[in-house]
């Protein structure tokens, strides 16, 4: 079954804490990418990455940090230091060439 | 700067009226632009992208250089076409991200 996994779908944060959220994808995609969706916002980019060991900041980057040692992942760490953590998150793959992206089921988290 | 803008975030239509979702880009150089959809408890999916100029679930859009708009058309809406949409720009063979519009919801009523 080939797609892309977000874990968990919903995940509640304490304040001060890091929390790591999960991205595979299983599409041989090189590009994956970071978005945070708020009501009347749309979708804002925070990281993307198109090769491994590689990745890019995005729009909101701030408070936020990704890695990229495997081809099919790309776990996105939501930091003490970002103000508002609580929102959607998305996370997208892509090939290189200028083809439809697409998405997990998308985690949200909350700052309890 | 590359920008994508939808002025409306909301827009009601009755079943069997037609649809117009606007979009209009910044983009200096040949975009290549999308439209995705958000349905209620679904994965935002791809609904249509300008260079196949397809028609979707009874959807068009055509890209417009002049005026850089890409609207999103249908000639009667049904209540399943209720959703959310978002225009969407990729810089043509930049290998870049996408740069997604705020998105505007269509509700179709009975």
């Known amino acids: 079954d080939g797609g892309i996994t977000q874990s968990p779908k919903y995940l509640f944060r304490k304040e001060g804490q890091n929390v790591t959220l999960s991205c595979e994808q299983n599409l041989n995609h090189d590009a994956m990418y970071w978005y945070r969706q708020d009501p009347g916002q749309g979708l804002r980019l925070i990281y993307y990455?198109?090769?491994?060991?590689?990745?890019q900041k995005g729009d909101i980057a701030e408070g936020y940090s990704v890695s990229r040692e495997k081809k099919e992942s790309f776990p996105l760490t939501v930091t003490s230091a970002q103000k508002n953590p609580t929102a959607f998150y998305l996370c997208?793959?892509?090939?290189?060439?200028?083809?439809?992206?697409?998405f997990g089921q998308g985690t949200r988290l909350t700052v309890v | 700067a590359q920008r994508v803008t939808q002025p409306e975030k909301l827009l009601s239509v009755f079943k069997g009226a037609p649809v117009e979702l606007k979009c209009n880009y910044s983009y200096s150089g040949s975009p290549e632009l999308f439209w995705y959809v958000q349905y209620s408890r679904q994965r935002l999916q791809l609904l249509l992208r300008h260079i196949s100029r397809e028609s979707i679930k009874g959807f068009t859009a055509d890209l417009n250089k002049g005026e850089t708009s890409f609207h999103l058309k249908k000639p009667f809406a049904q209540e399943e076409d209720s959703a959310m949409y978002y225009c969407?720009?990729?810089?043509?063979?930049?290998?870049?991200?996408?740069?997604f519009g705020k998105g505007t919801k269509l509700s179709v009523k009975p």
């Open positions: 969407a720009l990729r810089g043509r063979g930049s290998q870049g991200n996408l740069i």
């Open positions: 997208a793959s892509s090939t290189l060439m200028n083809t439809e992206a697409f």
């Open positions: 990455s198109q090769i491994v060991n590689d990745f």
